[in-house]
């Protein structure tokens, strides 16, 4: 795919079959003129041609979120074949990153229904400022342009889909050109991870995983933990999830060392469970498939120190992904059985569908060797997540307040929004047991709770954060402009957007 950008000045000549032009809402009627809203941001030298085709439209023009107009240019004029004008929804004045992302991802199937390659867009400059409007327009383009078709043959297709490969992004000035540079690193490495969750179990396996991280590369140091190593680690927890499959499993630890020798590194763990049928606790059979999302977190952390490699962020970031089949065999754990983690500490095993928390645990632990000066983990860890906030918010828990805050408005910078549970004292006592130290389930009240919990066990006194992504991983594409039906990538982007602001 190829992201370009454009200046403002040039757009009357821009060679293109199809030109996005945002329209606000907007009760000033200054910022209106007789050719309708939306016209006072064409710049002067837009052809007389393509001014009159716009008068003449003037009475279709919405503002509606994606409501889209599309005016032809005549035959033989220079610049823009057609004009696209995407509705946003609000006044202009109002408007933020997600609105710039969201009208981007409208841009791009604009360009799709109407069988086009390539699109430019028209980014408008918001409060927030030039880089940050141009770093929008790049992810949601090309957010919106990915599509997973690595397994299709075409068979029976009497029409593949049109692949959006060419992307012109308008705006003016350093900032905005360094902004859609950052955005499509951010993109891509966020379709990264999108490809890695929609890849089959037999397939995406903790082999293939291990493949993908080391096949980054832009500096990144990558060390592979098989079996072996890990029993040397003593890593119990994750040997016992894993231990019902013939699929070896892996510990995946990335390093990006763009700081200074002696600076503490921040620390990023992600759950790679590659299929989990729920071990001897077996999950219903309808919707099993979809088990293959189950690594999205572990698929955030990959992508995430990919975008942070490519970015060159000066900063000391160590990715950790614990990967492995959650299967039911001969050798599979058992419910009531007691496995040894890492830290020493026993752990019951009541139910066997709770294995996140278990290979999270080993590696939390292992993570504390790195002396980290904040460290967060995401997982699709609990059901109860996703009937307490829905397919809209991120569960966030952790120990510090201050963390929890700046992983907060990275998720509103990011567009991967999170919302805070509490973590008191209280909550423990249901991870109680007289058989060990600790259970893996606290019962079915305070879920997300109880699991982040039983993750706080293992941290000691780091600074950490828990996102429970299990409601917001994937979905039906229905959420925004720029996402389909499958994996969304979170939180790739909001893992970046955090680690950037701390370098």
Same mark, same amino acid.
């Given at each position: 795919?190829?992201?370009?950008?454009?200046?403002?000045?040039?757009?009357?000549?821009?060679?293109?079959?199809?030109?996005?032009?945002?329209?606000?809402?907007?009760?000033?009627?200054?910022?209106?003129?007789?050719?309708?809203?939306?016209?006072?941001?064409?710049?002067?030298?837009?052809?007389?041609?393509?001014?009159?085709?716009?008068?003449?439209?003037?009475?279709?023009?919405?503002?509606?979120?994606?409501?889209?107009?599309?005016?032809?240019?005549?035959?033989?004029?220079?610049?823009?074949?057609?004009?696209?004008?995407?509705?946003?929804?609000?006044?202009?004045?109002?408007?933020?990153?997600?609105?710039?992302?969201?009208?981007?991802?409208?841009?791009?199937?604009?360009?799709?229904?109407?069988?086009?390659?390539?699109?430019?867009?028209?980014?408008?400059?918001?409060?927030?400022?030039?880089?940050?409007?141009?770093?929008?327009?790049?992810?949601?383009?090309?957010?919106?342009?990915?599509?997973?078709?690595?397994?299709?043959?075409?068979?029976?297709?009497?029409?593949?889909?049109?692949?959006?490969?060419?992307?012109?992004?308008?705006?003016?000035?350093?900032?905005?050109?360094?902004?859609?540079?950052?955005?499509?690193?951010?993109?891509?490495?966020?379709?990264?991870?999108?490809?890695?969750?929609?890849?089959?179990?037999?397939?995406?396996?903790?082999?293939?995983?291990?493949?993908?991280?080391?096949?980054?590369?832009?500096?990144?140091?990558?060390?592979?933990?098989?079996?072996?190593?890990?029993?040397?680690?003593?890593?119990?927890?994750?040997?016992?999830?894993?231990?019902?499959?013939?699929?070896?499993?892996?510990?995946?630890?990335?390093?990006?060392?763009?700081?200074?020798?002696?600076?503490?590194?921040?620390?990023?763990?992600?759950?790679?469970?590659?299929?989990?049928?729920?071990?001897?606790?077996?999950?219903?059979?309808?919707?099993?498939?979809?088990?293959?999302?189950?690594?999205?977190?572990?698929?955030?952390?990959?992508?995430?120190?990919? =975008? %942070?490699?490519? !970015? *060159?962020?000066?900063?000391?970031? +160590?990715?950790? @992904?614990?990967?492995?089949?959650?299967?039911? &065999?001969?050798?599979?754990?058992?419910?009531?059985?007691?496995?040894?983690?890492?830290?020493?500490?026993?752990?019951?095993?009541?139910?066997?569908?709770?294995?996140?928390?278990?290979?999270?645990?080993?590696?939390?632990?292992?993570?504390?060797?790195?002396?980290?000066?904040?460290?967060?983990?995401?997982?699709?860890?609990?059901?109860?997540?996703?009937?307490?906030?829905?397919?809209? =918010? %991120?569960?966030? !828990? *952790?120990?510090?307040?201050?963390? +929890?805050?700046? @992983?907060?408005?990275?998720?509103?910078?990011? &567009?991967?929004?999170?919302?805070?549970?509490?973590?008191?004292?209280?909550?423990?006592?249901?991870?109680?047991?007289?058989?060990?130290?600790?259970?893996?389930?606290?019962?079915?009240?305070?879920?997300?709770?109880?699991?982040?919990?039983?993750?706080?066990?293992?941290?000691?006194?780091?600074?950490?954060?828990?996102?429970?992504?299990?409601?917001?991983?994937?979905?039906?594409?229905?959420?925004?402009?720029? !996402?389909?039906?499958?994996?969304?990538?979170?939180?790739?982007?909001?893992?970046?957007?955090?680690?950037?602001?701390?370098?």
């Amino acid at each position: 795919m190829s992201v370009t950008t454009s200046s403002v000045s040039s757009l009357a000549s821009l060679d293109t079959p199809l030109l996005a032009v945002p329209v606000f809402a907007s009760n000033d009627a200054a910022a209106r003129s007789d050719a309708g809203p939306g016209a006072a941001l064409l710049p002067g030298a837009l052809p007389e041609a393509l001014a009159n085709a716009l008068r003449a439209a003037r009475g279709d023009l919405r503002a509606n979120t994606g409501a889209a107009t599309v005016v032809w240019a005549s035959e033989g004029v220079e610049g823009p074949q057609r004009l696209v004008f995407i509705g946003v929804g609000k006044p202009e004045k109002e408007c933020g990153a997600e609105d710039i992302r969201r009208l981007a991802g409208h841009a791009v199937r604009q360009a799709e229904g109407r069988r086009q390659s390539a699109v430019a867009l028209l980014v408008p400059t918001l409060g927030d400022g030039a880089e940050v409007a141009g770093q929008s327009a790049a992810e949601g383009a090309v957010l919106a342009a990915w599509r997973f078709r690595e397994l299709k043959t075409g068979a029976g297709e009497t029409e593949p889909p049109t692949a959006v490969t060419d992307i012109t992004l308008v705006g003016d000035g350093a900032d905005f050109e360094a902004g859609v540079a950052a955005g499509t690193i951010t993109g891509e490495s966020e379709n990264l991870a999108r490809s890695l969750q929609s890849r089959p179990g037999n397939v995406a396996t903790p082999t293939h995983l291990a493949d993908v991280a080391e096949g980054i590369g832009h500096g990144l140091e990558v060390d592979i933990l098989g079996p072996d190593r890990l029993k040397e680690e003593r890593m119990g927890a994750l040997l016992a999830v894993a231990q019902g499959s013939d699929e070896e499993p892996r510990l995946i630890v990335m390093k990006h060392m763009g700081g200074s020798d002696d600076e503490k590194p921040l620390v990023l763990v992600g759950k790679g469970l590659t299929f989990d049928a729920g071990g001897i606790s077996l999950k219903p059979p309808k919707g099993m498939e979809d088990m293959r999302f189950d690594m999205s977190g572990g698929a955030g952390v990959i992508g995430a120190m990919a =975008a %942070i490699a490519r !970015l *060159g962020v000066k900063r000391n970031v +160590i990715g950790i @992904v614990p990967s492995s089949e959650n299967l039911l &065999g001969g050798r599979a754990v058992k419910p009531g059985d007691v496995v040894t983690t890492r830290s020493g500490k026993t752990v019951e095993i009541i139910n066997t569908d709770a294995e996140g928390r278990l290979i999270l645990c080993d590696s939390l632990d292992y993570a504390l060797q790195f002396e980290p000066d904040a460290m967060i983990d995401c997982a699709t860890l609990t059901g109860a997540v996703v009937i307490g906030l829905g397919s809209h =918010a %991120i569960g966030l !828990l *952790g120990t510090d307040q201050a963390l +929890i805050d700046e @992983v907060k408005a990275a998720g509103e910078r990011s &567009g991967e929004r999170c919302w805070q549970l509490p973590l008191w004292e209280e909550y423990r006592k249901q991870l109680d047991t007289p058989q060990s130290d600790l259970q893996n389930v606290g019962g079915r009240p305070a879920g997300t709770i109880t699991a982040a919990w039983f993750l706080r066990e293992f941290v000691k006194e780091t600074k950490w954060a828990h996102l429970d992504v299990a409601g917001t991983a994937y979905g039906d594409g229905t959420k925004a402009s720029y !996402l389909r039906k499958g994996g969304y990538g979170v939180p790739t982007r909001l893992l970046v957007d955090w680690v950037r602001s701390r370098a």
